[in-house]
């Protein structure tokens, strides 16, 4: 069946880095955008990243840009999010999810369990 | 563009209807909103696409409406497993994506 399964999170002193991993299932992976988005502990959802099916197009909320990267691995259907210079503000569950629509990144069908990264100072 | 949800918190009992409203500070193109639902522990769930567009396998007691800067999600008769936390989204925007802050709706 369709499905994502991320990985990588966990607990990161502040200003370190951290490489979270989407493995996907069920679906033919490089015909799809592919998005984060996060969830700080008791918040709403925050949009982080999203990438085209060939990984040429990245789009980034401004809260982000230069320090998150996205990427894919389309031979091993896998996403990836690397974080650099992390912050304790970027404390969340994060979710990798699958872009559904025709104006992509637009609407996300398919998500992930999630996967936790804490930030300590 | 930002997108204000009310109410905050909604207590309601099961077959009741309710409407939960999202307005947009911008006109938002195309009708270009979805809905979402999330249940604690859990990822959030589709449920309406371009402001009216169910998502496959959602109940049709669940319909979305409306345009330019209102929206309203409606359920028309509360089932137990639709106590949870509505969002709703914008997409094809600047910024491209987001959310609304929620409407969490409870047990009476």
């Known amino acids: 069946q369709v499905q994502l399964v991320e990985s990588g999170g966990g607990l990161v002193k502040s200003g370190g880095s951290l490489r979270l991993s989407c493995a996907a299932s069920?679906?033919?992976?490089?015909?799809?955008?592919m998005t984060w988005i996060r969830q700080a502990p008791g918040k709403g959802l925050e949009w982080v990243s999203s990438?085209?099916?060939?990984?040429?197009?990245?789009y980034y909320a401004d809260s982000v840009r230069g320090r998150f990267t996205i990427a894919r691995d389309n031979a091993k259907s896998s996403l990836f999010l690397l974080i650099n210079n992390l912050r304790a503000e970027d404390t969340a569950v994060y979710y990798c999810?699958?872009?559904?629509?025709?104006?992509?990144?637009?609407?996300?069908?398919?998500w992930g369990q999630g996967t936790m990264v804490t930030v300590s100072s | 563009i930002v997108l204000t949800q009310s109410p905050g918190t909604l207590s309601l009992s099961p077959g009741e209807r309710v409407t939960l409203s999202c307005r947009t500070s911008?006109?938002?193109?195309?009708?270009?909103l979805a809905w979402y639902q999330q249940k604690p522990g859990q990822a959030p769930r589709l449920l309406i696409y371009a402001a009216s567009n169910r998502a496959t396998g959602i109940p049709d007691r669940f319909s979305g409406s409306g345009s330019g800067t209102d929206f309203t999600l409606t359920i028309s008769r509360l089932e137990p497993e639709d106590f949870a936390v509505y969002y709703c989204?914008?997409?094809?925007?600047?910024?491209?994506?987001?959310f609304g802050q929620g409407t969490r709706l409870e047990i009476k």
């Open positions: 911008q006109s938002v193109r195309s009708t270009y």
């Open positions: 999810a699958r872009d559904y629509g025709d104006y992509p990144p637009d609407i996300f069908d398919i």
């Open positions: 069920g679906f033919t992976f490089s015909d799809y955008y």
């Open positions: 989204q914008q997409y094809g925007s600047s910024p491209l994506i987001t």
């Open positions: 990438i085209s099916g060939t990984g040429r197009s990245m």
